[in-house]
């Protein structure tokens, strides 16, 4: 079956380390992207990939990076630079470009816990 | 500054009747609407959507209605089930990037 794949589910990690979690998909779609979610919060746009080799920050980019390198990855690390990271954070997928409105696709997410 | 608004934190509805999630947004210029559902510890799932140029899109129990003019939709579904419970997340886009932008969500619960 297609789908998105996150993980681990769940990723601790103690104050001053970076961490990396994975999203990798197999729907062939060229967009990745990566939200947090808080409690009593909507999702928020950390960085968003439209092709392989290229992305962009979203709304909340500080203290995260990420890289493209194939078209079914995109993994998305934590620095320590990150003030706040605990959090849930789910990883998803569209088919193409701008323009096609087609509905994202998500992993079942990452939850974060600082040690 | 928040472009899309969930006014309701959360919505009790009897099972078997209509429950109505609503969505006020800012920006004329989002063309495109979506809904989706999460469950607990579970990423959301696309449910229905609705473009611009339309007033209504149903799918089941499902409809989105689009008030252009009062920047403004809603999401109904009859009869509400049990496993309708669930946080329901509106977003938009708009036509010209990928982004969508995502409310704070709505928890309905479905009382027996």
């Known amino acids: 079956d297609g789908g998105i794949t996150q993980s681990p589910k769940y990723l601790f990690r103690k104050e001053g380390q970076n961490v990396t979690l994975s999203c990798e998909q197999n729907?062939?779609?060229?967009?990745m992207y990566w939200y947090r979610q808080d409690p009593g919060q909507g999702l928020r746009l950390i960085y968003y990939s439209q092709i392989v080799n290229d992305f962009q920050k979203g709304d909340i980019a500080e203290g995260y990076s990420v890289s493209r390198e194939k078209k079914e990855s995109f993994p998305l690390t934590v620095t320590s630079a990150q003030k706040n990271p605990t959090a849930f954070y789910l990883c998803a997928s569209s088919i193409t470009a701008a323009g096609s409105n087609q509905p994202q696709h998500f992993g079942d997410g990452t939850r974060l816990s600082i040690l | 500054d928040q472009q899309v608004k969930q006014n309701s934190p959360s919505l009790s509805v009897q099972e078997g009747r209509i429950s109505i999630l609503n969505c006020d947004y800012t920006n004329s210029m989002f063309d495109y609407f979506l809904w989706y559902k999460k469950y607990p510890a579970e990423g959301p799932t696309f449910l229905i959507s609705i473009s611009s140029i339309k007033d209504k899109n149903e799918d089941g129990r499902f409809t989105v209605f689009l008030n252009k003019s009062a920047k403004h939709l809603s999401l109904h579904i009859v009869p509400s089930q049990p496993g309708d419970s669930a946080v329901y997340f509106c977003?938009?886009?708009?036509?010209?990037?990928?982004?969508?932008?995502f409310g704070k969500g709505t928890r309905l619960h479905i009382l027996p």
């Open positions: 729907l062939n779609h060229d967009a």
């Open positions: 977003a938009a886009s708009l036509n010209r990037d990928d982004k969508i932008i």
